[in-house]
């Protein structure tokens, strides 16, 4: 494969990963779960947060190998609002986060193939897993990346760090449309098993939603380093996430057609 096939396939896969951000499906109204959250991490029942959803931006880095079509991707997500998008029968931001941020980390590995106008990768998991954090202070603050998918986001990061929960990335689907030398709107969808390590910040149900939903689209991809078969690239987008206890049919479905929606999206550039 020579090198322009190999970055055209890299830059497509970093778009599936990465993210756009344009509206798609709608989830159906009972897939959206409510909780609770203390934004005080405190545990307390009193004054807590109503939602369904939590938005935030990403930054991920993304190697490829194009001897395997296999990735390894690293992701840093800070959730900057909460939403209710049908608890209420209302669709309105609840909560806008201000020196108090939820934030995650994930590793994750899968497979990636052109088919046909489109590049397609498949989530395999489980990577070096999912874990949650709060932080009482400000939002992290992300300067320097990872050298490749295969390590953590840990550089910059607020060292008063609190764990909030714990997780393991089982699959997901992602596509970008191929057009030439460049790539049309990709997005993605990922399945996560979900535990919380305490209830301070996610208050209720208890016990809490033990999977957890996560969707984004693309917003810009930049090469970071090419070595042989290998290609780094970085990207930076918006991921939404919602829960679940059981993976439903109709979810199940979505992610296995990489529609798992981004309904009523309010998308802020990373």
């Known amino acids: 494969m020579n090198i322009l096939?190999?970055?055209?396939?890299?830059?497509a896969l970093t778009a599936c990963l990465g993210i756009v951000?344009?509206?798609?499906?709608a989830l159906p109204p009972q897939l959206y779960l409510g909780f609770t959250v203390d934004e005080n991490n405190t545990g307390s029942l009193v004054g807590n947060v109503v939602a369904d959803k939590i938005i935030g931006n990403y930054s991920e880095i993304v190697t490829l190998n194009s001897a395997t079509?296999?990735?390894?991707?690293?992701?840093?997500?800070?959730?900057?609002?909460?939403?209710?998008?049908?608890t209420n029968n209302s669709a309105n931001v609840v909560n806008t986060t201000t020196g108090k941020q939820l934030w995650l980390v994930d590793q994750f590995i899968g497979t990636y193939a052109p088919s046909g106008g489109n590049t397609i990768f498949t989530t395999t998991g489980p990577g070096l897993g999912?874990?949650?954090?709060?932080?009482?202070?400000?939002?992290?603050?992300i300067n320097t990346p990872p050298a490749d998918g295969s390590v953590f986001w840990t550089s910059n990061l607020d060292p008063t760090k609190v764990a909030v929960a714990t997780g393991t990335t089982t699959g997901?689907?992602?596509?970008?449309?191929?057009?030439?030398?460049?790539?049309?709107?990709?997005?993605?969808s990922e399945l996560a098993t979900f535990a919380l390590v305490n209830n301070n910040y996610f208050t209720s149900p208890n016990p809490f939603y033990n999977i957890s939903f996560q969707t984004g689209q693309f917003n810009s991809l930049t090469p970071?380093?090419?070595?042989?078969?290998?290609?780094?690239?970085?990207?930076?987008?918006?991921?939404?996430?919602?829960f679940n206890t059981v993976p439903e049919p109709e979810i199940l479905a979505l992610v296995g057609v990489g529609l798992l929606g981004l309904a009523l999206r309010r998308r802020k550039q990373a």
Not at 5 to 11: E, F, G, I, R, W
Not at 21 to 25: N, P
Not at 74 to 81: E, L, M, P, Y
Not at 229 to 239: E, P
Request: net charge negative; no cysteine.
């Open 21 to 25: 951000s344009t509206s798609a499906m």
């Open 69 to 86: 079509n296999t990735f390894q991707a690293s992701i840093v997500w800070d959730a900057s609002q909460l939403v209710n998008v049908f």
């Open 172 to 188: 997901g689907f992602g596509q970008a449309a191929n057009a030439g030398s460049g790539f049309g709107i990709g997005f993605f």
């Open 5 to 11: 096939n190999k970055t055209l396939l890299s830059v």
């Open 130 to 141: 999912l874990q949650v954090y709060y932080t009482a202070s400000v939002s992290p603050t």
């Open 224 to 242: 970071v380093s090419s070595s042989g078969t290998f290609s780094t690239l970085g990207s930076n987008g918006s991921m939404d996430v919602i």
